[in-house]
């Protein structure tokens, strides 16, 4: 079992930065792809970017250029460094890890930490 824990979020002004944190609870180089989703309420949970052990990271459209994320084996963490922030990326973004053992693909999620960008 893998335990994930997300910190850094909180309100914003359009424009500003953040850079959210997930903490894992294992080695992350065990974990195949560790990824940031965000959803909103009413909406289905959506990828944002995700960070493969092995290949290039991927990022949605919408946060393309604004968005980057990293994976640090040595402190067995992923973030999310979030500039140029928009009302529209107000959302609850989640970490999750994508762990595969044998042939048995395993997805961990954390808690979830809010966004809010208003002025």
């Known amino acids: 079992q893998v335990q994930l824990v997300e910190s850094g979020g909180g309100l914003v002004q359009p424009g500003g930065s953040l850079r959210l944190s997930c903490a894992a609870s294992t080695n992350i180089f065990r974990i195949n792809v560790m990824a940031w989703y965000r959803q909103t309420p009413g909406k289905q949970r959506e990828l944002v970017a995700a960070?493969?052990?092995?290949?290039?990271?991927n990022y949605a459209d919408s946060v393309k250029g604004r968005f980057t994320i990293s994976r640090d084996t040595a402190k067995n963490a992923v973030y999310l460094q979030m500039n140029s922030l928009k009302p529209e990326d107000t959302a609850v973004y989640y970490c999750k890890g994508e762990m595969t053992v044998d042939t048995t693909t395993y997805n961990y999620w954390g808690q979830g930490t809010q966004v809010t960008v208003s002025s």
């Open positions: 960070a493969p052990r092995v290949g290039s990271r």
